[in-house]
């Protein structure tokens, strides 16, 4: 989660941010993981769909 970064803050990873998308974030990526996603892919996912935003 360090490497994401707030769309709210930009300057921080969602891991440090206290913006209320961080959260959501934070919670949705912990979701991933704990579904079998590698930590990896999971970052990599937002990625892909910020990207067509």
Sequence with gaps: MDTLRCLVCQG???ADSDAEMAG??????????AAGRAPARSVSGWCSVMATM
């Design 12 to 14: 921080q990873s969602i």
């Design 24 to 33: 959501d974030m934070r919670a949705l990526v912990r979701q991933r993981i």
